[in-house]
């Protein structure tokens, strides 16, 4: 049972343009909903999180939208450069985070030159 | 660098030998979690700890798979009698007791069982 669904799988998005990830979660109880950034043999960097009180968070070139109705929310990366090539991984976690947070299967994302 | 540090990085062993990892959360974080990630997934929880009480380990893998926080500082993890199904990497991550859950990883540990 995944409870929160990312898509797309990959992405290829050329220079200058703008990325979009979309993820989808099921339980309702989730409050926390962070980003993470992973390059090969790294671990997940933390990027930009939001919680259900704001409809929209930007840091930098990256903004989290978040749709509470529909369960729904997005990372915008804009001016995309060639070093953000990464994968991309949304998830969710419920108040006080004692059982974890629950990634989406991520985002492998090419930022052509 | 005072972030989260795993060791060994990388670890190869046989089927059927035990392994340990250790995790040093940055210092001021009274949480810390075990995740493991396989290829093409995104890490998936196992385990969480309050300072030294393990308050939650039902996601552990198997009886196989246990962890410790004896001080509340480090963490090890270690599985018992590997499988090649354990091939994964094992992340760490900490966080603050207050606020939220904004969680810091560090670089893993690379496990191959042949």
């Known amino acids: 049972q995944q409870q929160v669904k990312q898509s797309p799988q990959s992405l290829i998005v050329q220079k200058g343009g703008i990325s979009i990830i979309n993820c989808a979660y099921e339980?309702?109880?989730?409050?926390?909903f962070p980003w993470y950034q992973q390059f090969p043999g790294k671990g997940p960097a933390l990027l930009i999180a939001i919680r259900p009180d704001v409809s929209e968070k930007k840091e930098g070139r990256f903004t989290i939208s978040f749709n509470k109705s529909a369960k729904q929310f997005s990372l915008h990366i804009m001016d995309s450069q060639p070093g953000d090539s990464a994968t991309y991984f949304c998830?969710?976690?419920?108040?006080?985070?004692?059982?974890?947070?629950?990634f989406g299967k991520g985002t492998h994302l090419i930022i052509q030159p | 660098d005072t972030g989260v540090s795993q060791d060994p990085r990388h670890k190869i062993t046989k089927r059927g030998q035990n392994v340990t990892f250790r995790c040093d959360p940055i210092s001021e974080h009274n949480r810390l979690y075990w995740y493991r990630q396989t290829l093409g997934q995104g890490p998936e929880f196992l385990t969480y700890?309050?300072?030294?009480?393990?308050?939650?380990k039902s996601r552990l893998l198997s009886d196989r798979f246990s962890a410790e926080r004896p001080k509340g500082s480090f963490s090890t993890l270690e599985i018992q009698r590997t499988e090649q199904g354990d091939s994964a990497m094992y992340l760490c991550?900490?966080?603050?007791?207050?606020?939220?859950?904004?969680?810091?990883f560090g670089q893993g540990t690379r496990l191959t069982v042949v």
């Open positions: 991550a900490s966080s603050p007791i207050q606020g939220n859950t904004e969680a810091f």
């Open positions: 998830a969710a976690s419920r108040r006080g985070g004692a059982d974890g947070l629950t």
């Open positions: 700890f309050q300072n030294e009480a393990q308050l939650e």
């Open positions: 339980n309702t109880a989730f409050d926390y």
